[in-house]
């Protein structure tokens, strides 16, 4: 079954509400697609749709802590990479720690279900810290902030839409 896509702006019913209000504003080319939720993880997406591995971005929160403060941030990387949060991530945001947040406290924070949370439309204030490599793809397929669709559009349009800080992020 093929994706069917089309303008995001054009259906906030397949968006999580703050993504739904990011995308309104935005002057970037973003696609929906509606997909089965059950088939939301980025293997099995990718799988079941015909989608590159290396044509899909997965966002992950990384709390950063230091001094009792604790500031969170969204990690882009290819589906195909993995972030150094421990390294590169942890020293960029100048914290002593950084992990992955707890899902729990991902969702509650962001307003997106857990395996849909995207860049765009996270809390005011977040850094969107996006791999070189995702930059690169003329096409890349990214969470909508819930589990029933999917968001693609172009690596520059992602840093355009969320003002990622695009950096050398994997291992």
Avoid at 2 to 14: F, K, N, Q
Avoid at 56 to 69: D, H, I, L, P, T
Avoid at 132 to 148: D, K, L
């Amino acid at each position: 079954m093929p994706l069917e896509w089309s303008p995001a702006s054009d259906r906030p019913d397949l968006l999580a509400d703050p993504v739904a209000k990011a995308v309104a504003g935005l002057d970037v080319k973003v696609e929906v697609a509606e997909i089965d939720p059950e088939l939301s993880d980025t293997a099995a997406f990718c799988e079941r749709y015909g989608v590159a591995m290396e044509d899909s971005a997965n966002c992950v929160v990384v709390a950063a802590k230091r001094g009792g403060e604790t500031r969170y941030a969204a990690v882009m990387v290819l589906a195909t990479a993995r972030a150094d949060v421990n390294g590169i991530v942890r020293r960029h945001l100048d914290a002593r720690k950084a992990s992955f947040a707890p899902q729990a406290e991902a969702v509650e924070l962001t307003g997106m279900e857990y395996g849909g949370i995207t860049p765009i439309g996270l809390p005011e204030g977040w850094p969107v810290l996006v791999d070189e490599n995702v930059t690169r793809r003329p096409f890349v397929v990214i969470g909508s902030g819930v589990r029933r669709s999917k968001l693609a559009l172009s690596g520059e349009a992602l840093v355009a839409a969320t003002r990622g800080e695009v950096l050398a992020l994997t291992i």
